[in-house]
């Protein structure tokens, strides 16, 4: 199987800059990880959304895009459980 790209948006980079150390290496062990396998153990699809899926990393989320077509993975937000689908 091909490796994805992994592509960050403006919005989850902000996000996970806000994040403490510790936790900004648990979610980019996490968003790497998605290159190899986009569909890792866990995800969901988001309902209301054709393309849109999610992983936990602890306490959070990553909100993520697969375009099969061009293999890249786009991360759209990086957040808490409790703020991120806002």
């Avoid at 190899?36 to 969901?44: A, K």
């Amino acid at each position: 199987m091909a490796s994805y790209e992994i592509e960050i948006g403006r919005t989850a980079e902000k996000q996970l800059k806000n994040l403490s150390e510790r936790d900004q290496l648990r979610v980019v062990r996490a968003v790497l990880a998605l290159a190899e396998e986009p569909y890792p153990r866990g995800t969901r699809k988001l309902s209301g959304y054709d393309d849109v899926f999610r992983i936990r990393v602890g306490r959070f989320r990553v909100l993520y895009s697969v375009v099969k077509n061009r293999l890249v993975i786009l991360i759209l937000k990086i957040g808490h459980r409790k703020d991120v689908y806002r």
